[in-house]
């Protein structure tokens, strides 16, 4: 055991808070707005024998912006013990509750806390570290009403591993029923599959039409104008491949149909739903050219 983790052993058992007192009694404007956040229709929460949902175990005891009088320095201490180690970052894991009795409008919620673990030095992805949790039991007119359990992680951001130079895009899945597409991308064109038997555009490629069940088609190329239906920023988790934080977008292309792919030429934060885009193809490597969508800033 190392001399660090002999001093933050040494916290375990310490109390956080004794006879903290919640600064609101159990009230239905409360429980109403918690409800209605939760989208929690449940008529036990509502009427003149309400009770509150038993989540709200914790939102009694909140201190809000003003924090509480009665909390002591303990977790100040430990953090900044922490802190000086190395382990500057938190990140809350998880919570545990236990719940042993109805809370209702007019208890006067009283708790008291305590730093119930710290944990052996772990490796995340987050970074290494140490979980602390703390224990709070809380109580209603002096009975026992619940247990929460708090567990946060307090690491050394773990530093980027620099990407391979060897590291490449993944191949894409070229089969029979989608060949075409891939040669069409070769040759720099966008192929979108027409039925032949209705007439309905689809992307991607499929081996029969999903309105007719036609097997019979022909191609028709996209012209390369776009509009941005939807899209996500990749910030996590990280890819050898790949440089994140990037957007991702759902275009939807002049012909109606939509597909997904990067979208390029413009910060990934200046990206919009409604920005038009246009074509481009990209060689990402000596063998492999994909068709990405360049947008640019100020577009709608």
């Keep these: ?90 990140v809350a894991t998880d919570c545990e509750q236990e719940y042993l009795r109805p809370l209702r409008p007019g208890d006067r919620i009283t ?52 990407k391979a130079a060897t590291a490449r895009r993944p191949r894409p899945v070229i089969n029979r029923d989608n060949a075409g597409f891939w040669e069409g991308v070769a040759a720099h064109k966008l192929l979108i599959q027409r039925c032949g038997g209705c007439g309905t ?21 996209a012209c390369g104008a776009g509009t941005v239906y939807s899209y996500v920023v990749m910030h996590h988790p990280p890819f050898p491949a790949f440089d994140p934080p990037y957007a991702v977008g759902l275009i939807e292309l002049a012909e109606g149909v939509r597909m997904v792919s990067n979208v390029v030429g413009v910060p990934y934060d200046k990206v919009r739903i409604g920005m038009p885009v246009r074509l481009e193809f990209l060689r990402v490597d000596e063998e492999l050219e994909l068709p990405v969508f360049s947008g640019a800033q100020g577009g709608a």
């Design 1 to 90: 055991m190392t001399d660090l983790y002999e001093r933050l052993k040494a916290y375990e058992g310490r109390a956080a808070t004794t006879s903290g007192v919640g600064k609101d009694l159990v009230n239905e404007p409360m429980i109403r707005h918690w409800c209605e956040a939760m989208g929690d229709t449940n008529p036990a929460y509502s009427g003149p024998d309400a009770i509150a949902p038993p989540t709200m175990l914790q939102a009694w005891t909140m201190g809000g912006l003003s924090g509480h009088t009665d909390r002591s320095a303990v977790h100040d201490e430990l953090f900044g013990l922490l802190d000086e180690a190395g382990y500057t970052s938190v």
């Design 201 to 221: 555009l689809r992307l991607p490629w499929l081996p029969g039409c999903g309105a007719c069940g036609s097997a019979q088609w022909d191609t028709v190329e």
């Design 111 to 162: 708790f008291d806390a305590v730093i119930e673990s710290v944990s052996e030095l772990k490796t995340t992805k987050l970074g290494a570290g140490h979980f602390v949790t703390t224990r709070m039991d809380v109580r209603a007119d002096g009975e026992p009403a619940g247990t929460h359990r708090f567990r946060i992680l307090k690491y050394a951001p773990a530093r980027p591993k620099p």
